[in-house]
């Protein structure tokens, strides 16, 4: 220990009952060199006699404490730095939520336009719809059409208005024979047959036909021989038959309308004749 060591030492250099001074000592190298050692040894001693017993524990304790000293002193700095940092991406972010909003309110807007167009496109569409159906009904009539195998339909046909101005619709009636009117041929328009005049209490007057009025289509009946192919094959010179069709007057001579109007006369099951008619609002 270093009791044991100190007496060692007297009883080596220093004579029992005998001090040596400082100048007598410094002159002894050897005796420098025990001073320099027993100077050390008690600092150490001093020093670990005031550390805890558990000196490891206590060196990491130290060791944290000078850690922790040396983060508090630092840590201000960093937490500056790293609140800048913070604060500069939020204010990004802030400004993406920005961006993003105006994009999408962009495309709400251009939506919004594209569907009012598209909502503005279909009503015109609708409407120009509505106007040509109008217009086909204005300018069209179901009347009787004579098909490949000889029955008749029903089915709406067209007929363009060939009197100026805009101002007429077609009309569709049936009368029997006699219609009780007179034809003529309009002088100014080419193949253009009109009602000159209609007979009182005559069958065209009750089927509300109108001076004035245009003829555009009558149904006209021919007669035509028709053989069957046993027929044919035996010789046979075929059978009459009758058939009645549309025939439009457009454009066609007053005396071959005329003989049209009559040929309603060979109709085997005398049905009524239909008539379509221009005629002005």
């Known amino acids: 220990t270093n009791a044991g060591l100190r007496s060692s030492i007297s009883c080596q250099f220093i004579p029992r009952g005998r001090m040596l001074s400082l100048s007598s000592i410094l002159t002894r190298p050897s005796l420098v060199l025990v001073l320099f050692m027993l100077c050390n040894t008690a600092i150490k001693s ?19 404490t000078a850690k922790h000293r040396r983060l508090l002193v630092v840590h201000p700095l960093y937490s500056s730095k790293n609140d800048d940092d913070t604060e500069k991406l939020l ?23 594209k569907d009012a ?29 004579l098909k490949d195998m000889g029955e008749e ?20 009636v049936q009368a029997p024979l006699p219609l009780g009117l007179v034809l003529g041929e309009d002088a100014s328009i080419p193949g253009l047959t009109s009602v000159d ?45 009758t058939k009645r069709f549309m025939y439009s ?19 085997v099951q005398g049905r009524d004749v239909w008539l379509v008619l221009e005629r002005m609002i």
């Not at 972010?93 to 993003?100: I, T």
């Not at 006209?220 to 021989?225: G, S």
């Open 249 to 267: 007057v457009d454009g066609r001579p007053l005396e071959e309308v005329l003989d049209a109007v009559g040929s309603n006369r060979m109709d």
């Open 117 to 145: 167009e598209e909502e503005a496109r279909q009503a015109a569409e609708r409407e120009s719809q509505e106007e040509m159906n109008k217009q086909r009904m204005r300018y069209s009539a179901e009347v009787p059409i």
């Open 197 to 241: 005049e209609v007979a009182p209490d005559g069958n065209g007057d009750s089927a509300g036909i109108m001076q004035g009025d245009v003829l555009r289509a009558i149904t006209a009946c021919q007669t035509t021989m028709e053989t069957p192919t046993w027929q044919l094959i035996a010789g046979g010179i075929g059978q009459p038959k």
């Open 153 to 172: 339909v029903m089915e709406r046909v067209d007929f363009p208005p060939r009197l100026k101005g805009g101002k007429s619709r077609i009309v569709a």
């Open 91 to 113: 204010e990004k972010a802030r400004r993406l939520r920005q961006e993003v909003s105006v994009i999408e309110t962009s495309k709400l807007e251009i939506q919004k336009e």
């Open 46 to 64: 001093l020093a670990f006699s005031r550390l805890p017993v558990n000196t490891r524990n206590c060196c990491h304790h130290a060791s944290s």
